[in-house]
């Protein structure tokens, strides 16, 4: 069974900092792997979107990066601002599914002005 | 182009009644996804619908929970007698394709008195 862990579960950073969130997961045969973030009370937004055959995917000041081998994905997010300050959920849609993704419990990230 | 619509966004149920969450996916998107997300959980697959279709309902309770898709209007979440635990954030997400980005709404928060 897939399982996805996000650590840390919280972050606390000053404003400019660069910073990576940490995925894992525990079978590599994934279809794709998906950021979101999630502010308080509202939605998800997606981020960014990595296939299997890639490696990494970039938007703007976020680089995320899949490691299929070790069963790792990062998501490294340039000069934190504090509009960035959210959940950042990790899911992946694994190649034993029609469709639904796989959720960690996400990382809640704090960017202190 | 809106994005997914859910409403209400807000909805409060005493035991044993009956919640109806609804989800309009975006403009040209067949395939329809709902999650619930527990307090101080993940987000957690619930069934997958395309129109007319249930393709998955795997993470589904047995009991009390449904889902339909029409051909006409929106999908709907049905959870009869309601209990304390059915409270949670429900989210719903559509994409044109199994293999597509998901694109979520911004939820409905059931609370259960």
């Known amino acids: 069974k897939q399982e996805v862990t996000q650590i840390p579960a919280a972050l606390s950073v000053p404003e400019g900092e660069n910073l990576v969130l940490n995925c894992s997961f525990t079978d590599s045969a994934i279809y794709n792997l998906q950021w979101f973030r999630q502010d308080p009370g509202k939605g998800l937004t997606s981020l960014l979107l990595i296939q299997s055959s890639q490696r990494e995917q970039t938007s703007g000041r976020l680089n995320a990066s899949l490691d299929k081998s070790s069963g790792r994905s990062t998501l490294y997010i340039a000069a934190s601002q504090p509009g960035d300050s959210a959940t950042y959920l990790c899911?992946?849609?694994?190649?034993?599914?029609?469709?639904?993704?796989?959720f960690g419990k996400g990382t809640k990230l704090s960017v202190k002005p | 182009n809106a994005g997914v619509m859910q409403n209400p966004r807000h909805l409060v149920r005493r035991r044993g009644q009956e919640a109806r969450l609804r989800c309009s996916p975006m403009?040209?998107?067949?395939?329809v996804y709902w999650y619930r997300q527990l307090p101080e959980e993940g987000l957690k697959f619930m069934v997958y619908l395309q129109k007319e279709n249930i393709i998955d309902e795997s993470g589904m309770p047995k009991e009390r929970f449904s889902a339909e898709f029409p051909k006409e209007g929106p999908s709907i979440l049905r959870i009869q007698q309601v209990v304390r635990g059915d409270s949670a954030a429900y989210f719903c997400a559509s994409s044109p394709s199994d293999t597509r980005k998901l694109f979520f709404g911004s939820g409905t928060q059931l609370s259960v008195l």
């Open positions: 403009k040209g998107h067949s395939h």
């Open positions: 899911a992946l849609r694994d190649g034993g599914s029609q469709g639904n993704l796989i």
